[in-house]
Every structure is written in structure tokens, then in C-alpha cells.
């Protein structure tokens, strides 16, 4: 249906009893949209009712007032009348619901499939997705899946139902006409992860895109209003282009001070998810808007990271106000005049008298690199308050928040000057360097970080979620395995049976190289200098 129709548990004796239970029970203190979703036995009928003129959406109200960035993006995309397509509100405050437009939809291959069965069963088997150029699929987190997937799984027929969703997908979307980004055509690997390939081609800021996957928050570091959906509400948003949604409170994480060098966004969310607001749980369902003098000097790609970790920190979205690093992306990455990408960020920012459910503020000057410990990514510890040296077995440096070009920067840096030193990965280490999309690995190629990572015995994947989940090389293989990585969460058993800790690119090389956990030292200004160098040759 798409949502959770009831939490009154006597409900289940009346059901298992077989006792007839009135539709009231489950509309009882509801609001009116979801009152009449279930109603209308699911958000499908409710959306045809509502296309049909039949349902009843309340208007939102809400006067002009202050907004913050995201309350903006979403009042521009808010649905006001499905029928006459009308497109727009003055202003929305948190609480006020409704259905808004998305000028994205995308969907992987873990999810395609069960929502294009729902489409051919609900819709009929001619069915077509709406506006197909603005939809689009990925073959992401399993290409590397037969590498790692143990054989009493395959035995179970789980390699076999992975492959299924693999081809159920492409035949959806050549079907459909929609644009898959799929596996590579002669090795083994995907073009992109989902969301790197969003913000490194489609996004663009004050747009509102929604995916199947809860790291879609990633998108938010352009401007963008980028938020995760389930099966239910990618089927229904490939026919009505609209998501519903509760306007959300929005909390203000300011992030004041210079780095110190070797402190990076991935050190920032490690602190701020340690945060006492964020392990209560305060900050669940909220918008989480990244602003201070350290984020207005992060690249796009770090700020991604920031974005990325929303998911971690429990936030609806994560979203960072477009400024010069956003146009300098937008031109330089994207290939936009600068004109155009000035026009498109103008007027995206949050009011100076804009309402935030609270602000955090945090100081990066006072910050060292932190490691997430096993089990959970709110257990962030300074590295230098380790209670003891923590060896490592694998070293992973990919996954979506840990496969941009500027983490290869990272890795490749630290690989550079080890191997300046003479030094090489541990023996005892296996270092897995995973790019997050093509382009990221034709960065690389630009750069010569290819031969750094191969000379420094580094092991180059192409782009997968892979270790991520459990699914590519790079995940343990048993409980005393050690493992440090640059993903975004550690949950047990997440990346296969060992222990992870979660930390930056940067510790991740420089443990890879030490064989334990060990924060980035720069060697000295030269060899940074010859670096450099090196990159731009
Ligand atoms: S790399 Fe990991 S977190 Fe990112 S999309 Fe894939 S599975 Fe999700």
C-alpha cells in the first residue's frame, strides 16, 4: 500500500480470529491523503482517484514566509492540481503534505524489478512509464556478486535470482525506452554507482530527485532536494512524476574553522554522527542542511560526503546551498557555461530568517581523524585515543561516498609519497581501490594514478557497490577478519562476517600502507609539491 496502515496491535488477534475489522480501524487519527490511500486500497487506486479528479488532496495554505533552502525547492515542485498539471505553491512550513514533481526518478536492479511487476499487474502489461528521458536505471550493486557469493548461497539459488534481476531489468527498460547504465561491455564492473553518476551528469541544483536507494541524499551536495524512496512509490512516481511527501523540519549543521590537514568531510560526519542530538535520534526525518566557513571551501565532491552520510545520520536529506564551488563543479566537471550555471543556482539559499528545527555547531579546527569502530557509524573515536594498535586485514577505498575523484586524490597521495619512502600496501593488507563511475576512473587515468596504485600493490576495481555490501571483493570472509574502510556505515555483517572500521580516504591509504590504523601524516612540502606535480603532468 505504501505506508503502515496500523501499530494497534489488538488488531492481529481480531485478524487471526477472523473477526471482520472495520476500514475505520485503520483510518482512525489519520490525515486525509493517507486516509484515503487506504481507503483506496493502496497509493496506486488513491493516485488514480487522485488523477481522476475523485481524490482529495488539501490545498497547503501557507502564506509567504522566510523558507529555508529546502522548504523553497520544495514549494517550486509541489503539486497543487493533478489535473490541470498545475505545478507550485508561494511557501510550505514543516507538516504541510502533499504530492511534489521530481525531474528524476531513477531505480537499480535491486528494486526495478519487483516495481515493474507492480506496474504490469496494476497497470496492465502495455504500460508505459511516464516521460521515460527523465527516468533512469542501474546495474550497480551486484556486478561483482558471483566473485565473493559463498557456495552454499549458490546452492540456495541466490546467484541465480541476482542474475534474474539483472535481466529483468534490461528487458524493462529497453521495453520502456529508459536509459540503463549497465555493466561494462567488455570486462567486468558497472558504469557508475547510482549516485555518482546523478550528480556527476543529471543533478543539477533546485531540482528534486527521488531513488531507490537511501544514499540518494548524496545529490543534495549541488542544491538539490534528493531523497530515497521504496518499490511502492517508484512504481507509482513512473507514472504520476510526483513523490508524496510531509514537509520536513530542517536542522542547520554549521561547520566553522579551517581543516587541519589530513581532517576531510568524512572526519566532520564521523563527528557530527557522535553528536548526542544525532544518537538520540532527534535528528530522524529531518532535512539536514550543511552550512560554515569549512563547508563553503569543500570541493562538491567532499561535500557529497557529507551528503551522503545523511542516511547515517538518520536526516530525510542532506542538502549544502549552491555557491562559486557549485558553478566551478558545474563548468568544469559538467561542461556548463558559466552564465547557465550562475542562472541555475541563483536564488538557492536558505533566508537569513528562515526557521531550523535547531542548529548544531560544529568546529573543524578542533577536530583529528576520527575512525567509526565496529557496529555502527556513530561510534567515532579520535584516532589517537585508540586503546590500542588495531591491525588490519583488508583496506577498502570505494563505494559511493568513498569512490569520488577527490578520494583517489587522497588515495594517491598517500600511495605517492610511500612509495617516495620506498614503502608499498603491507604485506599483510589487501588494499582494494574501487572507483565510483567511469569517470572517475578516467580521472585517474588522467592523473596516473593508475601506475601510483599498481606500484604501490593496490588492487583496481571498476565501480560497484561491491564490498559495500557484501558483494564484491573486499568484503571479509570471517569474524577476526580487520577491515578499514571509506564507505558510510559498518552495521555487523554489512560487509561480510569481520570487523569494519569506517574512516577517510586518506586513513584508509595510510593504514593500507602501515598495516594498521594509522592517521595520514604529510611526509614533507616537496614531495607534496612534486605530487602535484605528478597530477597535472
Ligand atoms: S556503495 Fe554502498 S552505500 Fe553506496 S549505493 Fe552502493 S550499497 Fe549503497
Known amino acids: 500500500m505504501g505506508l503502515l496502515t496500523s501499530t494497534d496491535f489488538d488488531l492481529i488477534e481480531d485478524v487471526r480470529r477472523g473477526r471482520p475489522v472495520p476500514l475505520s480501524a485503520f483510518t482512525e487519527g489519520t490525515d486525509p491523503i493517507t ?15 487522485r488523477f481522476q479528479g475523485r481524490a482529495y488532496v488539501p490545498p497547503i495554505q501557507t502564506p509567504r514566509r522566510p523558507m529555508t533552502l529546502a522548504e523553497k525547492i520544495l514549494a517550486r515542485h ?24 521530481a525531474d528524476w526518478r531513477f531505480s537499480h536492479e535491486y528494486v526495478t524489478p519487483m516495481a515493474a511487476i507492480y506496474l504490469e499487474r496494476l497497470v496492465g502489461p ?37 542474475h534474474e534481476l539483472k535481466v529483468r531489468q534490461e528487458e524493462f527498460c529497453r521495453k520502456q525506452g529508459i536509459r540503463l547504465h549497465g555493466e561494462l561491455p567488455d570486462r567486468r564492473g558497472s558504469e557508475a554507482i547510482c549516485h555518482s553518476i546523478m550528480l556527476e551528469t543529471y543533478a543539477l541544483p533546485g531540482q528534486v530527485i527521488v531513488g531507490t536507494d537511501s544514499h540518494t541524499t548524496h545529490i543534495g551536495a549541488i542544491g538539490c532536494f534528493a531523497f530515497g524512496i521504496g518499490t511502492t512509490d517508484i512504481f507509482n512516481a513512473w ?27 568524512k572526519d566532520i560526519v564521523l563527528a557530527i554522527l557522535r553528536h548526542p542530538f544525532v544518537k538520540s535520534g532527534q535528528a530522524i526525518g529531518k532535512v539536514i542542511e550543511f552550512d560554515g566557513e569549512t563547508v563553503r571551501a569543500m570541493s562538491v565532491d567532499e561535500r ?6 545523511t542516511a547515517e545520520i538518520g536526516g530525510f536529506t542532506g542538502i549544502v546551498a549552491p555557491d562559486e564551488k557549485t558553478v566551478e563543479f558545474l563548468v568544469e566537471r559538467r561542461g556548463l557555461r558559466r552564465s547557465e550555471a550562475e542562472r541555475l543556482c541563483e536564488g538557492l539559499w536558505s533566508d537569513p530568517d528562515a526557521e531550523y528545527a535547531t542548529v548544531l555547531t560544529f568546529r573543524a579546527d578542533e577536530l ?12 567515532g573515536l579520535f584516532i589517537d585515543e585508540l586503546p590500542a594498535e588495531v591491525w588490519v586485514d583488508i583496506a577498502y577505498g570505494g563505494s559511493c561516498t568513498g569512490g569520488k575523484a577527490e ?11 610511500a612509495l617516495e619512502q620506498g614503502r608499498r600496501v603491507h604485506p599483510r593488507v589487501r588494499f582494494y581501490i574501487q572507483f565510483g563511475s567511469q569517470e572517475v576512473r578516467r580521472y585517474c587515468e588522467r592523473r596516473g594514478y593508475l601506475k601510483i596504485f599498481q606500484d604501490a600493490g593496490a588492487i583496481i576495481l571498476e565501480p560497484s557497490c561491491g564490498a559495500c555490501i557484501n558483494a564484491g571483493p573486499g568484503a571479509s570472509t570471517s569474524p577476526d577478519q580487520v577491515t578499514i574502510s571509506a ?21 584508509v591509504a595510510a593504514s593500507a600502507v602501515a598495516g594498521k590504523i594509522t592517521e595520514y601524516r604529510p611526509l614533507h612540502v616537496e614531495c607534496v609539491e612534486r605530487f602535484l606535480h605528478h597530477r597535472f603532468e
Request: hydrophobic fraction near 40%.
Open 126 to 162: 502495455d504500460a508505459r512509464v511516464t516521460d521515460p528521458a527523465s527516468v533512469l536505471c542501474f546495474r550497480d550493486h551486484l556486478t561483482y556478486l558471483d566473485l565473493v557469493m559463498p557456495e552454499e548461497k549458490r546452492r540456495m539459488g541466490l546467484l541465480d535470482l541476482a
Open 304 to 309: 557529497a560526503t557529507l551528503t551522503n552520510m
Open 35 to 49: 486516509r484515503q490511500v487506504i481507503e483506496y486500497g493502496g497509493l496506486f487506486g488513491f493516485n488514480v482517484a
Open 487 to 507: 564507505q558510510n556505515r559498518n552495521f555487523p555483517g554489512r560487509s561480510g562476517p569481520g570487523q569494519v572500521y569506517l574512516a577517510s580516504p586518506l586513513t
Open 239 to 265: 507514472i504520476t512524476k510526483d513523490v508524496r511527501i510531509r514537509v520536513p523540519e530542517t536542522v542547520l549543521v554549521r561547520i566553522e574553522g579551517p581543516k587541519p590537514q589530513g581532517v576531510t568531510a
Open 78 to 101: 509541489m503539486r497543487v492540481d493533478a489535473v490541470r498539471d498545475v505545478v507550485g505553491v508561494p511557501a510550505v512550513q514543516p507538516g504541510d503534505a502533499g504530492f511534489v514533481v
Open 407 to 417: 578520494d583517489m586524490d587522497m588515495y594517491a597521495l598517500v600511495l605517492y609519497e
Open 368 to 379: 583529528r581523524p576520527l575512525v567509526a569502530l565496529p557496529g555502527d557509524p556513530g561510534n
